[in-house]
């Protein structure tokens, strides 16, 4: 059972772009979301986070925007780069349980100049 | 280098023979991971130890066994090789409980032939 739904499976936005890719969780007691940033041969890489006690997070070019309510959160990514070009993960996990985090299952982005 | 790291970076091997990756971090995290990445780039948790302790273990085949000598490296070894062990295995540290996101390796790519 897929805990975390992620969705596109790929993206291509042009340079300059906004990308963006969401997220979808069951479990309401989820209450760490973070976002990981994978170039190919590399491992993945912490990029943004959020707690489910904001809506927003901003960090640079990244956004997470958070709806408890939908159980639902996104990554925003302003001014698309070629260099963003990576596979996006997102993941939930419950703090103090081991803190397993549970994937979702990865977008493809592609940014074109 | 603060890091987690894993070696070998690639290992080729027959069916039927029995390996082992080794995952250490100076980072000072008391809990470790191994995740296993398809070649649809889906992550997978294996195992969690926490402090040397065994926390989580997913439906892995008894083939698969970690050790944690000590809380600062866990190895992966596998017996008796089989063709769908082919993946990248990623080990992960991170600190329990803070809701801190993982550091990962550079990742394992382990190919049977």
């Known amino acids: 059972q897929q805990q975390v739904k992620q969705s596109p499976q790929s993206l291509i936005v042009q340079k300059g772009g906004i990308s963006i890719i969401n997220c979808a969780y069951e479990n309401t007691a989820f209450d760490y979301f973070p976002w990981y940033q994978q170039f190919p041969g590399k491992g993945p890489a912490l990029l943004i986070a959020?707690?489910?006690?904001?809506s927003e997070k901003k960090e640079g070019r990244f956004t997470i925007s958070f709806n408890k309510s939908a159980k639902q959160f996104s990554l925003h990514i302003m001014d698309s780069q070629p260099g963003d070009s990576a596979t996006y993960f997102c993941a939930a996990s419950k703090m103090n349980t081991g803190n397993q985090f549970y994937f979702g299952t990865g977008t493809s982005l592609t940014v074109i100049p | 280098d603060t890091a987690v790291s894993q070696t070998p970076k690639y290992l080729v091997t027959q069916m039927g023979n029995d390996k082992s990756i080794k995952c250490e971090q100076n980072l000072g995290h008391d809990t470790m991971y191994w995740y296993k990445q398809d070649s649809k780039k889906f992550l997978k948790i294996m195992f969690s130890?926490?402090?040397?302790?065994?926390?989580i273990n997913e439906t892995v085949p008894n083939r698969f066994s970690p050790k944690s000598p000590d809380k600062a490296h866990l190895n992966l070894h596998i017996n008796s090789l089989e063709l769908g062990d082919s993946a990248v295995y990623f080990c992960?540290?991170?600190?329990?409980?803070?809701?801190?996101?993982?550091?990962f390796g550079s990742g394992t790519r382990l190919t049977v032939v």
């Open positions: 992960a540290s991170s600190q329990n409980g803070l809701g801190v996101g993982y550091t």
């Open positions: 130890y926490n402090n040397k302790e065994l926390i």
């Open positions: 959020i707690r489910p006690d904001v």
